[in-house]
């Protein structure tokens, strides 16, 4: 198997998300449910992680590969 993602807690994603190239923004929140915005094109996603859980590597994964759109190497090299 290739290089596995790392586990991270929401807080981390969401910085990663939020700081270039990605530049993801709050579009709407409503308690812990978060719509985002990219300002550089990406598609909008949702972000509803909160509190002390860990993220699984997958997990991590799935939203920067699949929900964001990016190549595995991009995600890996955003981490």
């Not at 993602?5 to 998300?17: D, G, N, Y």
């Not at 270039?20 to 923004?25: D, F, G, K, S, T």
């Not at 709407?28 to 699984?56: C, K």
């Amino acid at each position: 198997m290739a290089h596995q993602f790392p586990a991270l807690k929401p807080a981390q994603l969401m910085a990663i998300l939020q700081r270039e190239p990605l530049a993801y923004e709050i579009l709407r929140q409503r308690g812990s449910h978060r719509r985002l915005r990219s300002r550089n094109g990406h598609p909008d996603i949702g972000f509803s992680f909160h509190g002390p859980i860990t993220l699984p590597g997958g997990l991590v994964r799935k939203v920067l590969v699949g929900d964001v759109g990016l190549s595995e190497d991009m995600a890996r090299s955003l981490l």
